[in-house]
Protein backbone atom coordinates (compact mmCIF):
# COMPACT_ATOMS: atom_id res chain seq x y z
CA UNK A 1 0.00 0.00 0.00
CA UNK A 2 1.34 3.40 -0.73
CA UNK A 3 1.84 5.97 1.13
CA UNK A 4 -1.15 7.92 0.32
CA UNK A 5 -3.33 5.22 0.76
CA UNK A 6 -5.19 3.45 3.56
CA UNK A 7 -7.89 0.92 4.40
CA UNK A 8 -9.54 3.91 6.15
CA UNK A 9 -8.83 7.44 6.85
CA UNK A 10 -9.78 8.97 10.40
CA UNK A 11 -9.81 12.78 10.68
CA UNK A 12 -8.70 13.85 14.16
CA UNK A 13 -7.00 12.52 16.92
CA UNK A 14 -8.81 13.15 19.44
CA UNK A 15 -9.85 10.48 22.28
CA UNK A 16 -12.11 8.87 19.47
CA UNK A 17 -10.26 9.10 16.39
CA UNK A 18 -7.57 7.17 18.54
CA UNK A 19 -9.96 5.07 20.40
CA UNK A 20 -11.15 3.63 17.02
CA UNK A 21 -7.71 3.49 15.29
CA UNK A 22 -6.39 1.23 17.97
CA UNK A 23 -9.60 -0.92 17.82
CA UNK A 24 -9.55 -1.13 14.28
CA UNK A 25 -5.72 -1.96 14.33
CA UNK A 26 -6.84 -5.10 16.85
CA UNK A 27 -8.56 -6.46 13.68
CA UNK A 28 -5.77 -5.93 11.76
CA UNK A 29 -6.96 -3.03 9.95
CA UNK A 30 -4.28 -0.28 9.48
CA UNK A 31 -5.80 2.95 9.46
CA UNK A 32 -4.53 6.24 8.67
CA UNK A 33 -5.31 9.50 11.17
CA UNK A 34 -5.39 12.17 9.79
CA UNK A 35 -4.97 15.60 12.46
CA UNK A 36 -4.79 19.26 11.64
CA UNK A 37 -2.81 20.47 15.17
CA UNK A 38 -1.67 17.44 17.51
CA UNK A 39 -2.92 14.57 19.50
CA UNK A 40 -5.31 15.79 21.92
CA UNK A 41 -5.61 19.81 20.60
CA UNK A 42 -9.42 19.76 20.62
CA UNK A 43 -11.86 18.68 23.66
CA UNK A 44 -9.95 15.84 24.56
CA UNK A 45 -7.12 18.17 26.00
CA UNK A 46 -9.43 20.25 27.81
CA UNK A 47 -11.38 17.24 29.29
CA UNK A 48 -12.18 17.07 33.11
CA UNK A 49 -11.66 13.40 32.66
CA UNK A 50 -15.12 12.15 34.80
CA UNK A 51 -15.25 8.68 34.88
CA UNK A 52 -18.76 7.34 36.03
CA UNK A 53 -21.52 5.29 34.70
CA UNK A 54 -24.62 7.72 35.90
CA UNK A 55 -26.39 8.20 33.08
CA UNK A 56 -30.77 8.57 31.74
CA UNK A 57 -30.13 6.61 28.70
CA UNK A 58 -29.35 2.54 29.28
CA UNK A 59 -27.19 3.20 26.13
CA UNK A 60 -25.09 5.88 27.53
CA UNK A 61 -24.25 3.95 30.87
CA UNK A 62 -23.62 0.44 29.19
CA UNK A 63 -20.84 1.81 26.89
CA UNK A 64 -19.79 3.79 30.38
CA UNK A 65 -19.67 0.64 31.76
CA UNK A 66 -17.60 -1.52 28.82
CA UNK A 67 -15.70 1.41 29.52
CA UNK A 68 -14.38 1.79 32.76
CA UNK A 69 -13.31 -2.05 32.20
CA UNK A 70 -10.50 -0.27 30.20
CA UNK A 71 -9.41 2.15 32.77
CA UNK A 72 -9.35 -0.31 35.56
CA UNK A 73 -7.36 -2.82 33.56
CA UNK A 74 -5.45 -0.64 31.10
CA UNK A 75 -2.45 -2.70 30.86
CA UNK A 76 -4.37 -5.96 29.94
CA UNK A 77 -6.74 -4.00 27.78
CA UNK A 78 -4.12 -2.31 25.46
CA UNK A 79 -1.24 -3.41 25.85
CA UNK A 80 1.95 -1.35 24.55
CA UNK A 81 5.62 -1.61 24.81
CA UNK A 82 5.27 2.54 26.17
CA UNK A 83 4.03 2.50 29.86
CA UNK A 84 1.83 5.39 28.63
CA UNK A 85 -1.50 4.65 30.14
CA UNK A 86 -4.94 6.38 30.74
CA UNK A 87 -4.01 7.58 34.55
CA UNK A 88 -7.47 6.55 35.85
CA UNK A 89 -7.96 7.43 39.23
CA UNK A 90 -10.60 5.95 41.76
CA UNK A 91 -11.95 8.49 43.94
CA UNK A 92 -15.79 7.46 44.38
CA UNK A 93 -18.23 9.56 42.86
CA UNK A 94 -21.47 10.74 43.77
CA UNK A 95 -24.28 12.44 41.79
CA UNK A 96 -26.42 14.68 43.52
CA UNK A 97 -29.78 15.56 41.75
CA UNK A 98 -32.50 18.71 42.51
CA UNK A 99 -35.06 17.38 45.33
CA UNK A 100 -38.11 17.08 41.97
CA UNK A 101 -35.06 14.40 40.45
CA UNK A 102 -34.78 11.81 43.23
CA UNK A 103 -37.22 9.81 42.55
CA UNK A 104 -35.90 9.88 38.72
CA UNK A 105 -32.47 9.15 39.87
CA UNK A 106 -33.56 6.15 42.25
CA UNK A 107 -34.86 4.50 38.78
CA UNK A 108 -32.14 5.53 36.76
CA UNK A 109 -30.07 3.39 39.64
CA UNK A 110 -31.89 0.74 39.50
CA UNK A 111 -31.44 0.00 35.21
CA UNK A 112 -27.47 0.91 36.58
CA UNK A 113 -27.69 -1.80 39.18
CA UNK A 114 -29.31 -3.99 36.19
CA UNK A 115 -26.68 -3.32 34.14
CA UNK A 116 -24.45 -4.37 36.55
CA UNK A 117 -22.83 -1.59 37.75
CA UNK A 118 -21.52 -1.19 41.19
CA UNK A 119 -23.94 1.71 42.79
CA UNK A 120 -25.79 2.48 45.70
CA UNK A 121 -28.42 5.28 46.89
CA UNK A 122 -26.88 6.13 49.89
CA UNK A 123 -28.41 9.16 52.51
CA UNK A 124 -27.16 12.57 54.05
CA UNK A 125 -25.97 10.75 56.79
CA UNK A 126 -23.63 8.43 54.34
CA UNK A 127 -22.99 11.44 51.70
CA UNK A 128 -21.29 13.32 55.30
CA UNK A 129 -19.22 10.42 55.71
CA UNK A 130 -17.89 10.18 52.66
CA UNK A 131 -17.54 14.04 52.39
CA UNK A 132 -17.27 15.95 55.68
CA UNK A 133 -16.45 18.90 54.51
CA UNK A 134 -19.57 19.02 51.95
CA UNK A 135 -22.52 21.27 52.90
CA UNK A 136 -25.45 19.04 51.95
CA UNK A 137 -28.48 20.18 53.69
CA UNK A 138 -30.22 19.93 50.23
CA UNK A 139 -29.85 16.50 49.17
CA UNK A 140 -32.13 13.55 50.79
CA UNK A 141 -30.50 10.85 49.05
CA UNK A 142 -27.84 10.11 46.43
CA UNK A 143 -25.82 7.76 43.86
CA UNK A 144 -22.89 6.59 44.91
CA UNK A 145 -20.41 4.82 42.45
CA UNK A 146 -17.70 3.70 44.72
CA UNK A 147 -15.61 2.26 41.75
CA UNK A 148 -15.78 5.58 39.85
CA UNK A 149 -13.00 8.53 39.62
CA UNK A 150 -11.28 10.33 36.63
CA UNK A 151 -8.72 9.57 34.51
CA UNK A 152 -6.37 11.86 31.78
CA UNK A 153 -7.47 12.28 28.45
CA UNK A 154 -4.21 12.93 26.36
CA UNK A 155 -3.01 10.22 28.26
CA UNK A 156 -5.46 7.83 27.28
CA UNK A 157 -5.36 9.46 24.10
CA UNK A 158 -1.96 8.77 23.58
CA UNK A 159 -1.48 5.49 24.76
CA UNK A 160 -4.23 4.50 22.38
CA UNK A 161 -2.17 6.20 19.51
CA UNK A 162 1.20 4.20 20.46
CA UNK A 163 -0.47 0.86 21.07
CA UNK A 164 -1.77 1.21 17.05
CA UNK A 165 0.68 2.24 15.94
CA UNK A 166 2.85 -0.43 17.07
CA UNK A 167 0.32 -2.20 15.23
CA UNK A 168 0.49 -0.29 11.46
CA UNK A 169 -1.60 2.73 12.32
CA UNK A 170 0.07 5.62 10.72
CA UNK A 171 -0.19 9.41 12.16
CA UNK A 172 -0.38 12.44 10.40
CA UNK A 173 -0.03 15.97 12.08
CA UNK A 174 -0.10 19.14 10.93
CA UNK A 175 -2.46 17.95 8.06
CA UNK A 176 -5.75 19.43 7.61
CA UNK A 177 -8.55 17.66 5.71
CA UNK A 178 -9.94 19.94 2.89
CA UNK A 179 -11.98 18.26 0.95
CA UNK A 180 -14.16 14.50 0.52
CA UNK A 181 -13.45 13.39 -2.50
CA UNK A 182 -16.37 11.36 -3.67
CA UNK A 183 -17.19 9.46 -7.14
CA UNK A 184 -20.27 7.43 -8.00
CA UNK A 185 -21.77 7.60 -4.55
CA UNK A 186 -18.31 6.44 -2.89
CA UNK A 187 -16.07 8.14 -0.79
CA UNK A 188 -12.65 7.91 -2.04
CA UNK A 189 -10.64 9.48 0.25
CA UNK A 190 -9.76 13.33 1.06
CA UNK A 191 -7.85 16.39 0.42
CA UNK A 192 -5.45 17.84 2.96
CA UNK A 193 -3.15 20.37 3.07
CA UNK A 194 -0.29 18.02 2.52
CA UNK A 195 -2.14 16.53 -0.84
CA UNK A 196 -4.06 13.96 -1.16
CA UNK A 197 -4.80 10.60 0.80
CA UNK A 198 -6.87 7.37 -1.02
CA UNK A 199 -9.67 5.21 1.03
CA UNK A 200 -12.70 3.52 0.45
CA UNK A 201 -13.70 4.40 4.21
CA UNK A 202 -13.29 7.48 6.17
CA UNK A 203 -14.52 8.62 9.57
CA UNK A 204 -15.37 12.22 11.12
CA UNK A 205 -14.23 12.39 14.50
CA UNK A 206 -12.80 15.91 14.20
CA UNK A 207 -14.83 17.20 17.50
CA UNK A 208 -16.18 20.73 17.34
CA UNK A 209 -14.93 20.93 13.64
CA UNK A 210 -17.04 18.01 12.78
CA UNK A 211 -19.94 19.72 11.18
CA UNK A 212 -17.75 21.20 8.44
CA UNK A 213 -16.67 18.03 6.94
CA UNK A 214 -19.79 16.74 7.23
CA UNK A 215 -20.81 19.99 5.04
CA UNK A 216 -17.71 19.12 2.88
CA UNK A 217 -19.52 15.41 2.41
CA UNK A 218 -22.12 17.32 1.01
CA UNK A 219 -24.33 16.46 4.83
CA UNK A 220 -26.54 18.50 5.80
CA UNK A 221 -26.63 17.74 9.82
CA UNK A 222 -28.27 19.54 13.22
CA UNK A 223 -24.49 20.27 14.18
CA UNK A 224 -23.06 22.91 16.84
CA UNK A 225 -20.00 23.71 18.74
CA UNK A 226 -20.40 24.16 22.65
CA UNK A 227 -17.71 26.22 24.99
CA UNK A 228 -16.95 24.88 28.75
CA UNK A 229 -14.74 26.30 30.56
CA UNK A 230 -13.55 25.05 34.05
CA UNK A 231 -11.31 26.43 36.44
CA UNK A 232 -8.63 24.44 39.20
CA UNK A 233 -8.85 25.66 42.50
CA UNK A 234 -6.12 24.97 44.99
CA UNK A 235 -8.04 23.38 48.13
CA UNK A 236 -7.27 24.60 51.80
CA UNK A 237 -5.71 21.94 54.13
CA UNK A 238 -8.45 22.17 55.72
CA UNK A 239 -10.33 20.09 53.28
CA UNK A 240 -7.80 17.25 53.27
CA UNK A 241 -5.76 15.38 50.46
CA UNK A 242 -9.12 14.28 48.82
CA UNK A 243 -12.75 14.05 48.22
CA UNK A 244 -15.29 12.43 45.92
CA UNK A 245 -15.75 13.48 42.45
CA UNK A 246 -19.31 14.94 42.41
CA UNK A 247 -22.39 15.78 39.71
CA UNK A 248 -24.14 18.56 41.53
CA UNK A 249 -27.25 18.85 39.52
CA UNK A 250 -28.81 20.99 42.14
CA UNK A 251 -26.06 23.66 42.43
CA UNK A 252 -25.82 22.89 38.27
CA UNK A 253 -21.74 22.27 38.80
CA UNK A 254 -19.32 19.20 39.00
CA UNK A 255 -16.14 18.92 40.72
CA UNK A 256 -13.24 16.61 41.15
CA UNK A 257 -9.90 15.94 43.10
CA UNK A 258 -6.81 16.97 41.06
CA UNK A 259 -2.85 15.90 41.40
CA UNK A 260 -1.64 18.07 43.81
CA UNK A 261 -3.98 19.13 46.20
CA UNK A 262 -6.15 20.68 43.19
CA UNK A 263 -10.09 20.43 42.38
CA UNK A 264 -11.23 20.44 39.35
CA UNK A 265 -14.71 23.06 39.09
CA UNK A 266 -17.20 22.82 35.70
CA UNK A 267 -20.46 24.24 35.32
CA UNK A 268 -23.79 23.15 33.48
CA UNK A 269 -24.67 26.31 32.66
CA UNK A 270 -23.37 29.07 30.80
CA UNK A 271 -21.83 27.12 28.14
CA UNK A 272 -22.26 29.31 24.74
CA UNK A 273 -23.15 27.32 21.67
CA UNK A 274 -22.32 28.44 18.06
CA UNK A 275 -19.05 30.09 18.22
CA UNK A 276 -15.45 29.23 16.63
CA UNK A 277 -14.08 26.73 17.60
CA UNK A 278 -10.93 27.84 16.89
CA UNK A 279 -11.86 30.52 19.28
CA UNK A 280 -8.87 31.30 22.44
CA UNK A 281 -9.31 28.38 24.56
CA UNK A 282 -6.49 29.53 26.90
CA UNK A 283 -8.40 31.68 28.89
CA UNK A 284 -11.60 31.24 30.64
CA UNK A 285 -14.87 33.77 29.55
CA UNK A 286 -15.36 36.23 31.44
CA UNK A 287 -17.42 36.11 34.67
CA UNK A 288 -16.90 31.83 34.98
CA UNK A 289 -14.73 31.98 37.73
CA UNK A 290 -16.81 34.15 39.82
CA UNK A 291 -19.72 31.79 39.30
CA UNK A 292 -17.85 28.84 40.26
CA UNK A 293 -16.18 30.00 43.05
CA UNK A 294 -19.51 30.74 43.64
CA UNK A 295 -21.05 27.62 43.43
CA UNK A 296 -18.05 25.33 44.95
CA UNK A 297 -18.15 27.86 48.33
CA UNK A 298 -21.68 27.05 48.41
CA UNK A 299 -21.17 23.13 48.53
CA UNK A 300 -17.66 23.32 50.48
CA UNK A 301 -17.19 26.64 52.47
CA UNK A 302 -13.72 26.08 53.62
CA UNK A 303 -13.01 26.59 49.83
CA UNK A 304 -13.34 30.53 50.39
CA UNK A 305 -9.51 29.65 52.27
CA UNK A 306 -8.17 28.05 49.17
CA UNK A 307 -6.83 30.06 46.09
CA UNK A 308 -7.92 30.10 41.96
CA UNK A 309 -4.56 27.76 40.42
CA UNK A 310 -6.19 28.20 36.43
CA UNK A 311 -9.00 28.60 34.11
CA UNK A 312 -9.68 27.73 30.51
CA UNK A 313 -11.87 26.40 28.01
CA UNK A 314 -12.42 24.10 25.19
CA UNK A 315 -14.86 23.03 22.80
CA UNK A 316 -16.32 20.01 21.44
CA UNK A 317 -19.01 19.12 19.12
CA UNK A 318 -22.62 19.08 20.34
CA UNK A 319 -26.22 17.56 18.48
CA UNK A 320 -29.76 18.46 19.58
CA UNK A 321 -30.33 15.62 22.09
CA UNK A 322 -26.60 15.98 23.32
CA UNK A 323 -25.67 12.33 22.31
CA UNK A 324 -23.05 11.74 19.55
CA UNK A 325 -23.58 11.06 15.93
CA UNK A 326 -22.34 7.20 15.19
CA UNK A 327 -22.57 5.67 12.43
CA UNK A 328 -22.49 5.69 8.23
CA UNK A 329 -24.53 8.40 6.47
CA UNK A 330 -23.87 9.93 2.92
CA UNK A 331 -21.78 8.71 0.10
CA UNK A 332 -20.71 4.93 0.53
CA UNK A 333 -17.71 4.50 2.89
CA UNK A 334 -18.37 7.69 5.11
CA UNK A 335 -18.94 7.21 9.16
CA UNK A 336 -19.48 9.21 11.62
CA UNK A 337 -18.01 9.47 15.24
CA UNK A 338 -18.79 13.13 16.56
CA UNK A 339 -20.80 15.39 18.23
CA UNK A 340 -20.16 13.54 21.85
CA UNK A 341 -21.69 17.03 23.80
CA UNK A 342 -19.29 17.44 26.03
CA UNK A 343 -19.48 14.06 27.48
CA UNK A 344 -17.51 11.95 25.12
CA UNK A 345 -14.50 11.00 27.08
CA UNK A 346 -15.72 8.25 29.41
CA UNK A 347 -17.30 6.35 26.98
CA UNK A 348 -14.64 6.73 24.51
CA UNK A 349 -13.00 3.19 24.71
CA UNK A 350 -16.49 1.23 24.10
CA UNK A 351 -17.53 3.70 21.59
CA UNK A 352 -13.98 2.93 18.99
CA UNK A 353 -14.98 -0.91 19.93
CA UNK A 354 -18.43 -0.73 19.01
CA UNK A 355 -17.69 1.73 15.96
CA UNK A 356 -15.28 -0.96 14.74
CA UNK A 357 -17.16 -3.70 14.70
CA UNK A 358 -19.58 -1.65 13.04
CA UNK A 359 -17.06 -0.58 10.01
CA UNK A 360 -16.33 -4.37 9.79
CA UNK A 361 -19.02 -6.48 10.39
CA UNK A 362 -22.09 -3.73 9.78
CA UNK A 363 -23.18 -3.91 13.18
CA UNK A 364 -21.95 -3.48 16.53
CA UNK A 365 -22.44 -6.13 18.95
CA UNK A 366 -20.69 -5.19 22.16
CA UNK A 367 -23.12 -2.44 22.62
CA UNK A 368 -25.72 -1.82 20.26
CA UNK A 369 -24.97 1.77 19.29
CA UNK A 370 -28.05 1.83 16.48
CA UNK A 371 -29.90 4.58 19.07
CA UNK A 372 -27.00 6.99 18.02
CA UNK A 373 -27.53 6.66 14.30
CA UNK A 374 -27.22 10.62 12.41
CA UNK A 375 -29.98 9.71 10.39
CA UNK A 376 -32.64 9.79 13.83
CA UNK A 377 -32.62 13.54 13.88
CA UNK A 378 -34.55 13.68 9.80
CA UNK A 379 -36.35 10.64 11.67
CA UNK A 380 -37.41 12.88 14.62
CA UNK A 381 -36.29 9.96 16.72
CA UNK A 382 -34.41 12.32 19.48
CA UNK A 383 -32.61 10.17 22.44
CA UNK A 384 -34.86 10.72 25.38
CA UNK A 385 -34.07 8.66 28.76
CA UNK A 386 -36.88 6.44 30.17
CA UNK A 387 -37.02 8.88 33.31
CA UNK A 388 -35.25 12.04 32.01
CA UNK A 389 -33.09 14.62 33.70
CA UNK A 390 -33.37 18.05 32.76
CA UNK A 391 -31.43 19.01 29.56
CA UNK A 392 -27.79 19.05 31.58
CA UNK A 393 -26.01 22.03 29.48
CA UNK A 394 -27.29 25.18 28.81
C1 LIG B 1 -13.70 21.47 28.95
C2 LIG B 1 -14.29 20.11 28.67
C3 LIG B 1 -14.47 19.22 29.72
C4 LIG B 1 -14.99 17.92 29.48
N1 LIG B 1 -15.11 17.04 30.51
C5 LIG B 1 -15.52 15.77 30.26
C6 LIG B 1 -15.58 14.81 31.30
O1 LIG B 1 -15.29 15.12 32.46
N2 LIG B 1 -15.94 13.53 31.00
C7 LIG B 1 -16.29 13.18 29.73
O2 LIG B 1 -16.64 12.02 29.50
N3 LIG B 1 -16.25 14.08 28.72
C8 LIG B 1 -15.88 15.35 28.95
N4 LIG B 1 -15.81 16.27 27.94
C9 LIG B 1 -16.16 15.84 26.60
C10 LIG B 1 -15.03 15.05 25.95
O3 LIG B 1 -13.80 15.63 26.29
C11 LIG B 1 -15.23 15.08 24.43
O4 LIG B 1 -16.52 14.58 24.13
C12 LIG B 1 -14.18 14.22 23.73
O5 LIG B 1 -12.89 14.58 24.14
C13 LIG B 1 -14.34 14.41 22.24
O6 LIG B 1 -13.30 13.73 21.62
P1 LIG B 1 -13.20 13.75 20.03
O7 LIG B 1 -12.08 12.88 19.66
O8 LIG B 1 -14.56 13.49 19.45
O9 LIG B 1 -12.92 15.29 19.67
P2 LIG B 1 -11.61 16.20 19.85
O10 LIG B 1 -10.85 15.83 21.05
O11 LIG B 1 -12.07 17.61 19.75
O12 LIG B 1 -10.72 15.81 18.61
C14 LIG B 1 -11.02 16.23 17.30
C15 LIG B 1 -9.70 16.45 16.59
O13 LIG B 1 -9.98 16.68 15.22
C16 LIG B 1 -9.02 17.59 14.74
N5 LIG B 1 -9.53 18.20 13.51
C17 LIG B 1 -10.53 19.11 13.39
N6 LIG B 1 -10.75 19.42 12.11
C18 LIG B 1 -9.85 18.71 11.38
C19 LIG B 1 -9.54 18.64 9.99
N7 LIG B 1 -10.21 19.35 9.09
N8 LIG B 1 -8.54 17.80 9.58
C20 LIG B 1 -7.84 17.06 10.51
N9 LIG B 1 -8.09 17.12 11.82
C21 LIG B 1 -9.08 17.93 12.27
C22 LIG B 1 -8.87 18.58 15.89
O14 LIG B 1 -7.66 19.32 15.80
C23 LIG B 1 -8.94 17.67 17.10
O15 LIG B 1 -7.66 17.26 17.54
C24 LIG B 1 -15.35 17.57 28.15
C25 LIG B 1 -15.18 18.47 27.10
C26 LIG B 1 -14.65 19.73 27.36
C27 LIG B 1 -14.47 20.70 26.21
Given at each position: MSNNTADVIIIGAGVHGASLAFHLAQRGVKALILEK???????TGRSSGLVR????VKQDSELAWVSYNYFRNWKDMVSTS?????GFKRTGFLQFVARDDVEKMSANVKMHQEIGIPVTLVKADDVKRL?????????QLAAFESESGYADPTGTTNAFINAAKEKGTRLIQDCAVTGIIVSGGKVKGVETTQGRFDAPMVV?????WAGKLNQLAGLDLPYDTWRHDTMFVAR?????PEHPTVIDFSNEMYFRPDAGNLTLVGLE?????????????DHAKSGFVERGIDRICKR?????NGGLHSAHGGYDGITPDQHPMLGAIGPDGFFLDC??????FKISPAVGLCMSELI????????????????RFAENKLIVGEHPYSSIWR
Open positions: KFVAAGAMHYDTALSAAPTFVIDDINAAGAPREIGDGNPLGESPDNDTIPLMEGHSGTGLDGKSKTVDISIYRPQ
